[in-house]
């Protein structure tokens, strides 16, 4: 079967595991003991294994498949439809190092830098001169993980909240930060 898409019909949450597709042509549901009639679906950067297909124009999918993180998608969204031959196997340097990557390399908006700050994106800038001491985990982020951000002016960050080592940046300068999960802190990698 070749590659062919479809869109979805309506928004879907992060935890839907059923939903309605424009056409379900190419989508079939799966016989797991003989291996026929695999479908993958991708849906922005998310795979989704098929499970069924109850109705015409309904499919059942286990979410978050190959690794991908399992998030919520608008509707219209475009949904690629395909075999497993179809689509390239996860790099497993990849998953090993970095299980969730939120912006796919785009730049996130950019954050006023203060005492406590959310980073919006794997890669942002920070404006201001605060120094910045607790960096709050942003939703869905796999500990390990990292993120880029760039100082647009002199600023820092500080070890008083869950910084573990303080860095202090100049204009322009960019910094790679890693968390620990056992000590609960962000550290430079630069």
């Given at each position: 079967?070749?590659?062919?898409?479809?869109?979805?019909?309506?928004?879907?949450?992060?935890?839907?595991?059923?939903?309605?597709?424009g056409?379900?042509?190419?989508?079939?549901?799966?016989?797991?003991?003989?291996?026929v009639g695999?479908?993958?679906?991708?849906?922005?950067?998310?795979?989704?294994?098929?499970?069924?297909?109850?109705?015409?124009?309904?499919?059942?999918?286990?979410?978050?498949?190959?690794?991908?993180?399992?998030?919520?998608?608008?509707?219209?969204?475009?949904?690629?439809?395909?075999?497993?031959?179809?689509?390239?196997?996860?790099?497993?340097?990849?998953?090993?190092?970095?299980?969730?990557?939120?912006?796919?390399?785009?730049?996130?908006?950019p954050?006023a830098?203060?005492?406590?700050?959310?980073?919006?994106?794997?890669?942002?800038?920070?404006?201001?001169?605060?120094?910045?001491?607790?960096?709050?985990?942003?939703?869905?982020?796999?500990a390990?993980g990292?993120?880029?951000?760039?100082?647009?002016?002199?600023?820092?960050?500080?070890?008083?909240?869950?910084i573990?080592?303080?860095?202090?940046?100049a204009?322009?300068k960019?910094?790679v930060?890693?968390?620990?999960?056992?000590?609960?802190?962000?550290?430079?990698?630069?």
């Amino acid at each position: 079967m070749a590659i062919s898409s479809t869109t979805l019909t309506n928004a879907i949450g992060a935890n839907d595991t059923t939903f309605v597709v424009g056409s379900t042509t190419n989508i079939t549901a799966p016989n797991f003991t003989t291996g026929v009639g695999i479908t993958y679906l991708m849906v922005e950067m998310e795979f989704m294994l098929v499970t069924g297909v109850p109705v015409a124009g309904t499919i059942t999918v286990q979410r978050g498949y190959l690794g991908s993180a399992a998030v919520a998608h608008g509707a219209s969204a475009g949904v690629t439809v395909g075999l497993p031959s179809d689509f390239p196997a996860p790099s497993i340097g990849v998953k090993a190092t970095q299980d969730f990557l939120w912006d796919q390399g785009a730049v996130a908006a950019p954050v006023a830098s203060a005492a406590t700050v959310t980073a919006p994106g794997q890669f942002f800038h920070i404006t201001g001169t605060a120094a910045v001491s607790t960096i709050n985990l942003p939703a869905n982020f796999i500990a390990g993980g990292l993120f880029w951000v760039v100082f647009d002016s002199t600023a820092s960050f500080t070890t008083g909240g869950n910084i573990g080592v303080a860095v202090t940046g100049a204009a322009g300068k960019m910094v790679v930060m890693a968390y620990d999960p056992n000590t609960s802190k962000w550290y430079s990698t630069t």
